[in-house]
């Protein structure tokens, strides 16, 4: 038996024009490291068709997942699922915004596969929507900082 699903919804506001956020990701994602900006999700393994990845959700738990059926719609959208930890289906829409900066619009919608979140999820799931909110914030200010050409170690150490 699954939990039921989670609708988890992102805003990121990025600094660069969506051409050129496309491409950034892009060109990491065909690196083989496609989340060198993150920290607390990164890819333990890739093929040509999928990327492994492991989330540290700042709890005292990991999440590992399995990116596949990547779909790049440029500049406008891309999509993937995930299976493992968590399945289900993302969409990633890049919207251009004013002042050269570009909003990322993250539908994630899962379900949590590992029996003991499935059996705390009725007590646990705000505390996981909560996790879900930080780690994604996280990524943001990571992500904005990499393509401004900061060091992203510079700022995590501000959200420590």
Known sequence: MWSRPY???SRWVLPVGRGELWDALLSQLESGDPLPWWGSVRAVGTTPDTIDLRADTGLGYRLGFTVSDLELARPDHLTFSADGDLRGRAVVRFVPAPRSTTILLI???VVATRAWM???DPLARPLFVISHAVLMRRGERRLAAWLQGGDVRTSRRRER
């Open 107 to 109: 539908e994630w919608d």
């Open 118 to 120: 499935r059996s705390v």
């Open 7 to 9: 609708s988890l919804r």
